[in-house]
């Protein structure tokens, strides 16, 4: 296979009264990630390694965040717009690993239902999407509850030279 991996990082400051959404699913929180676009630090983290395991930069080139046009955004739909460079790259994504951590809610309930999300808008199957969350046990901003992060790892395969 001629592949090549990618990966992201990606933190927010958590905040009373915004909405939580994470790999494109809305968590029930009383605290949710602060940002210009909807700040899905995991969706934020899927695209950014996508678009390194292509030499296509990083997300805050493509969609500034001085940029008003994307106040608020949806991220799944940040990312659907990465997942088209990516193609027009010549590559498609093969696997994608997640890990988030955030000290609060629990958020085992809802892996189910990231996991399906980032499957759909990367188009490759459920069982080629990983979504580990773990807590910092208190240490740290995030284990303080104050920010929310998340990193990625994907694989992506590109098509033959001529194809
Ligand atoms: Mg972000």
Same mark, same amino acid.
């Given at each position: 296979m001629n592949? %090549?991996?990618? /990966?992201?990082?990606d $933190? /927010?400051?958590?905040e009373? *009264?915004r909405?939580?959404?994470l790999?494109? @699913?809305?968590?029930?929180s009383?605290?949710g990630?602060a940002? /210009?676009?909807?700040a899905?630090? =995991?969706? /934020?983290?899927? !695209?950014d390694?996508?678009l390194?395991a292509?030499?296509?930069g990083d ?12 106040k608020?955004?949806?991220?799944a739909m940040l990312l659907? %717009?990465?997942v088209e #460079?990516? #193609? ?5 994504p =093969? ?13 085992a309930?809802f892996?189910?239902?990231?996991r399906?999300?980032v499957?759909?808008?990367?188009g490759?199957p &459920?069982?080629? =999407? *990983?979504?580990k969350? %773990?807590t910092l046990?208190?240490?740290?901003? $995030?284990?303080?509850g104050?920010? &929310? #992060?998340a990193t #990625?790892?994907?694989l @992506?395969e590109l098509a033959?030279r001529? !194809?």
């Amino acid at each position: 296979m001629n592949a %090549r991996v990618g /990966h992201g990082f990606d $933190i /927010h400051p958590l905040e009373a *009264g915004r909405p939580l959404v994470l790999g494109g @699913v809305e968590i029930p929180s009383e605290f949710g990630c602060a940002g /210009h676009s909807d700040a899905d630090v =995991v969706l /934020h983290a899927v !695209s950014d390694a996508l678009l390194g395991a292509c030499g296509l930069g990083d997300l805050g080139e493509w969609f500034p965040d001085t940029d008003p046009a994307y106040k608020d955004a949806d991220s799944a739909m940040l990312l659907g %717009r990465v997942v088209e #460079a990516v #193609a027009r790259a010549g590559a498609s994504p =093969v696997n994608v690993d997640i890990t988030l951590y955030l000290e609060r809610p629990r958020l085992a309930p809802f892996k189910p239902a990231m996991r399906d999300r980032v499957a759909q808008i990367l188009g490759v199957p &459920a069982s080629c =999407v *990983g979504v580990k969350a %773990r807590t910092l046990e208190g240490f740290g901003p $995030i284990g303080k509850g104050e920010a &929310a #992060a998340a990193t #990625a790892v994907v694989l @992506v395969e590109l098509a033959p030279r001529g !194809s």
